[in-house]
C-alpha cells in the first residue's frame, strides 16, 4: 500500500511539473509576440506534398499554392514565413492557432470543415479526376461503383468516393498518399484511382510509359474550392479576403495560374462561388 | 481544447471492425512469426556456412531497415511475385511475421544458449539424440527464460501494425485516418485509437504475466 501509495505521489508530480512548465511556456511565447507587435509575422503551415500545387524541390517549399500566397502578402502588405510541417500538425497547429496563424495546402472547403475551421474566400477551383489505365472499359463515377478504387486518405476524393461506394467498402481502398495509391493502379490492386485533377495531370505526365489516361465526369464530381485554412475567429482572414479578391480581378492570379498549369483559370466561378 | 465526442461515437462501428482486424493481423504475424523466428534461429545457430550466412543476413537486413519501407517492399514486390496481384491484409501479415521472426529468432537464440552445457551433456549420456535434447530438455527449460523478451516483441508487434495502414490494410490505424480525413481533426480519432492499442497491449501482457507465473509454478 505504502509502496503504490508513492507511485501515485511520484506520478502526481511529475504531471504538475509537466503542466507548470506548459503555462511557463506559454506566458513567454506570449509576451515575445507582444513585444513585437508592430511587424508581427505570419506563420503559415503547409503539407508539401501535393506536386504541383506544394511540393519541395531540395530543400525549397515550391508550387502553386505557395506563389500565390506569396502575392497575397505582398497585396496584404503582410509579412509571412511558411513552414513545412506536414498534414497532421498543420491541421493541429492551425486549429489552436497559437504558433501558427494559417494553412495553405490545398484544402477544399467543405461544411463539416468548418464546424472546426475558418476558410478564406475561396482562391482556386478543382475537381477530381478519374485515372485507370489506357485499355480500361470504365467511362463515367458510376463505373467505379463495383470496381476497386484507390484515393488518399484525408481528401474530397475519398469523401465523393465513400458517398458512391459506401463508407466501409473494402473495395474502397484509403493510402497515406497519392504517390502510393497510384503505385496500387500500377501493381493492379486497383482499377483506378480518383483524386485532384492537378495531380492526375501531373503524374501522367511525369509517367508517360505506364499509358493511363484521365477522365472527367463534371456530373457526379462537381467543382470544389481551395480555400486558405484559418482558426476560428481568425482575424487574418479580414486581411486575407480582399488581397484574393484583388488578385482574382487584377490578373495577378491568372499570371500565376498559367506559370503552373499552361492553360487559363476560369476567373468568374472562383469569384462567384460561395 | 475542445473535444468532439459525437464524432467518435458515430465511428465507434469502424474503429472497432479495424481494431479486429488489428488483432487477427497481430496474433497471425505473432504465430507465423514465432515459428518461423525458432526456424531462423537453428539457421543462425547452425555451423554450416550455407545455412548461417543467409540466416544472418536476413536477420540483419530485417533488424536494421525500417518497417516501414519493408511493408513497402512486400505490398509491392514479394506479395505480387508470388500470388500475382497486391493483397494489403496478406501483405501485412506477410511484413509483419517477416520482421518478427528477425528478433524472435535471437531471442530463441539467447534463450537455448543460456542453458548450461551440463544439462545437453547429461541428457546425450542418456542416449538422447540431439533432437530429443532439444525437444525435450532445452526448450521446455528455454522457454520460461524467454517469455519475457517475447512479451516485449508481441506488444511492439501490435503498435506496429498500424503501420500497415499505408497500404490501406483496414485496421485500426485506417479508419482512424478516415475519420480524420472527414473532419480534419487529429485528436479524436488519434487519442481514441491510443486507448484501444493500449487495451490491446494491456490484456496481452496481463495474459503474459499470467503464463510466466503458471510457466514457473507449473
Same mark, same amino acid.
Given at each position: 500500500m505504502g509502496k503504490r501509495l508513492s507511485v501515485l505521489l511520484a506520478a502526481g508530480i511529475l504531471i504538475m511539473t509537466m503542466a507548470a512548465c506548459g503555462a511557463k511556456s506559454d506566458n513567454s511565447s506570449g509576451s515575445s509576440s507582444e513585444s513585437n507587435k508592430n511587424e508581427k509575422v505570419y506563420k503559415f503551415a503547409t503539407d508539401a506534398a501535393y506536386a504541383p500545387m506544394e511540393f519541395m524541390d531540395k530543400d525549397k517549399i515550391t508550387g502553386f499554392d505557395v506563389e500565390?500566397?506569396?502575392?497575397?502578402?505582398?497585396?496584404?502588405?503582410?509579412?509571412?514565413?511558411?513552414?513545412?510541417?506536414?498534414?497532421?500538425?498543420?491541421?493541429?497547429?492551425?486549429?489552436?492557432?497559437?504558433?501558427?496563424?494559417?494553412?495553405?495546402?490545398?484544402?477544399?472547403?467543405?461544411?463539416?470543415?468548418?464546424?472546426?475551421?475558418?476558410?478564406?474566400?475561396?482562391?482556386?477551383?478543382?475537381?477530381?479526376?478519374?485515372?485507370?489505365?489506357?485499355?480500361?472499359?470504365?467511362?463515367?463515377?458510376?463505373?467505379?461503383?463495383?470496381?476497386?478504387?484507390?484515393?488518399?486518405?484525408?481528401?474530397?476524393?475519398?469523401?465523393?468516393?465513400?458517398?458512391?461506394?459506401?463508407?466501409?467498402?473494402?473495395?474502397?481502398?484509403?493510402?497515406?498518399?497519392?504517390?502510393?495509391?497510384?503505385?496500387?493502379?500500377?501493381?493492379?490492386?486497383?482499377?483506378?484511382?480518383?483524386?485532384d485533377i492537378a495531380i492526375v495531370r501531373e503524374y501522367m505526365k511525369n509517367n508517360p510509359e505506364r499509358k493511363l489516361k484521365g477522365i472527367l465526369d463534371t456530373a457526379s464530381f462537381g467543382s470544389e474550392f481551395y480555400g486558405i485554412l484559418l482558426p476560428a475567429g481568425s482575424e487574418l482572414k479580414a486581411k486575407l479576403d480582399p488581397a484574393v479578391t484583388k488578385l482574382l480581378e487584377d490578373g495577378t492570379y491568372t499570371k500565376i495560374y498559367k506559370e503552373w498549369f499552361g492553360e487559363e483559370p476560369n476567373i468568374d466561378n472562383v469569384l462567384n462561388a460561395k | 481544447?475542445?473535444?468532439?465526442?459525437?464524432?467518435?461515437?458515430?465511428?465507434?462501428?469502424?474503429?472497432?471492425?479495424?481494431?479486429?482486424?488489428?488483432?487477427?493481423? *497481430?496474433?497471425?504475424?505473432?504465430?507465423?512469426?514465432? #515459428?518461423? /523466428?525458432?526456424?531462423?534461429? @537453428?539457421?543462425?545457430? *547452425?555451423?554450416?556456412?550455407?545455412?548461417?550466412?543467409? #540466416?544472418? /543476413?536476413?536477420?540483419?537486413? @530485417?533488424?536494421?531497415?525500417?518497417l516501414y519501407v519493408q511493408i513497402l517492399i512486400v505490398h509491392f514486390g514479394l506479395v505480387p511475385a508470388c500470388i500475382g496481384h497486391t493483397d494489403a491484409i496478406v501483405a501485412a501479415v506477410t511484413a509483419l511475421a517477416l520482421n518478427s521472426a528477425a528478433y524472435t529468432a535471437e531471442i530463441y537464440r539467447a534463450g537455448i544458449q543460456s542453458i548450461d552445457k551440463g544439462q545437453t551433456e547429461a541428457a546425450q549420456s542418456l542416449g538422447m539424440t540431439s533432437g530429443q535434447t532439444m525437444r525435450f530438455i532445452i526448450l521446455p527449460q528455454a522457454v520460461k527464460r524467454m517469455i519475457p523478451a517475447f512479451g516485449n516483441e508481441f506488444i511492439v508487434l501490435i503498435k506496429d501494425s498500424s503501420l500497415v495502414a499505408l497500404i490501406a490494410a483496414p485496421e485500426l490505424m485506417y479508419w482512424s485516418n478516415v475519420m480524420r480525413g472527414q473532419y480534419l481533426r487529429v485528436w479524436e480519432p488519434y487519442l481514441t485509437a491510443a486507448f484501444i492499442y493500449l487495451i490491446l497491449t494491456y490484456s496481452l501482457s496481463k495474459l503474459l504475466g499470467w503464463m510466466e507465473k503458471r510457466g514457473v509454478t507449473g
Open positions: 500565390f500566397l506569396k502575392a497575397v502578402m505582398e497585396e496584404a502588405g503582410l509579412e509571412y514565413e511558411l513552414k513545412n510541417t506536414g498534414w497532421d500538425a498543420m491541421l493541429t497547429e492551425v486549429e489552436s492557432g497559437k504558433t501558427y496563424d494559417a494553412g495553405i495546402s490545398s484544402v477544399s472547403i467543405t461544411p463539416e470543415r468548418e464546424e472546426t475551421y475558418d476558410f478564406s474566400i475561396p482562391y482556386f477551383e478543382s475537381t477530381n479526376m478519374i485515372m485507370v489505365k489506357e485499355d480500361s472499359t470504365i467511362a463515367s463515377a458510376a463505373d467505379l461503383k463495383d470496381k476497386k478504387v484507390a484515393v488518399q486518405g484525408a481528401t474530397t476524393a475519398e469523401t465523393l468516393m465513400a458517398g458512391i461506394m459506401g463508407n466501409d467498402n473494402s473495395n474502397l481502398k484509403r493510402f497515406d498518399s497519392n504517390a502510393v495509391a497510384m503505385l496500387e493502379l500500377d501493381s493492379g490492386g486497383v482499377d483506378a484511382v480518383v483524386a | 481544447m475542445h473535444f468532439r465526442f459525437e464524432i467518435i461515437f458515430d465511428y465507434i462501428p469502424l474503429l472497432l471492425k479495424g481494431a479486429a482486424l488489428t488483432i487477427g493481423i *497481430s496474433a497471425l504475424a505473432i504465430v507465423l512469426g514465432s #515459428i518461423l /523466428g525458432l526456424v531462423v534461429s @537453428f539457421g543462425k545457430m *547452425s555451423t554450416r556456412w550455407y545455412f548461417s550466412w543467409p #540466416i544472418s /543476413g536476413y536477420i540483419h537486413f @530485417f533488424r536494421g531497415t525500417p
